[in-house]
């Protein structure tokens, strides 16, 4: 157990539908990544936030957003969902979100898959 | 951010055989992190390498890190079915992106 914790765990909706993701980093983590992975393929860095605030944006699209909350969990916002936007999408999270050795720790993932 | 190729994108080994994946990077990189995705989970940190040339093992596992810090790779040898999984490389830094991932296969 990573100890960052991902729900819903699986999540099935139809196109044009909006859903959202959540995610509770590791207990004194400050920074929390979010990441798509799509069948067969890599992960792709969506965004970043540290402690409240946006770090980096990765390949984020405009219909996606993300906020980390003073409590530090954060929510993934997928909006307007097309078909290509099924995947497993993973949160991962980090003590300071940027120092030379830190390491990530991700959760379980969420499986959206959009009908 | 930074960008890395691994290859092979997938490897099917027999049982026994060693295996090895290769991340390369077209600049030079500050530390370099492997994680080891198993089917249906989730990436696990495996290791970090910081110093040019440097050499870790675990156990049947030995990380390099090139003298030029723009290269890198996974060795394992005499694979076992616990091995199968989905390799990544991760430049650190700032910004955690991954490399493109080795998927290894083990016959048994």
């Known amino acids: 157990d990573s100890g960052v914790t991902q729900t819903p765990k699986h999540l099935i909706t139809a196109t044009g539908q909006r859903v959202t993701l959540r995610c509770s980093p590791r207990s004194g983590d400050l920074s929390v990544y979010w990441y798509q992975q799509s069948l067969d393929q890599g992960l792709q860095f969506l965004i970043q936030y540290y402690n409240g605030e946006e770090r980096a944006k990765g390949n984020i699209l405009e219909r996606f957003s993300a906020q980390q909350f003073p409590d530090l969990h954060s929510e993934l916002n997928l909006s307007s969902l097309e078909l290509g936007d099924s995947a497993l999408y993973f949160c991962a999270s980090s003590v300071e979100g940027g120092a030379a050795n830190e390491k990530l720790f991700f959760g379980s993932g969420t499986q959206l898959s959009v009908l | 951010g930074q960008q890395v190729m691994q290859i092979p994108q997938y490897q099917h080994v027999q049982e026994g055989e060693d295996f090895t994946t290769y991340c390369n990077s077209s600049?030079?990189?500050?530390?370099i992190q492997w994680y080891k995705q198993r089917p249906g989970g989730h990436p696990v940190f495996l290791i970090q390498?910081?110093?040019?040339?440097e050499v870790k093992k675990q156990k049947r596992l030995t990380f390099q890190f090139g003298e030029a810090k723009k290269n890198s790779s996974l060795h394992i040898t005499a694979t076992q079915t616990t091995d199968v999984g989905t390799y990544f490389c991760?430049?650190?830094?700032?910004?955690?992106?991954f490399g493109t991932g080795t998927s290894l296969t083990v016959i048994p």
């Open positions: 390498l910081v110093k040019s040339g």
């Open positions: 991760a430049p650190t830094g700032n910004q955690f992106y």
């Open positions: 600049t030079t990189l500050s530390n």
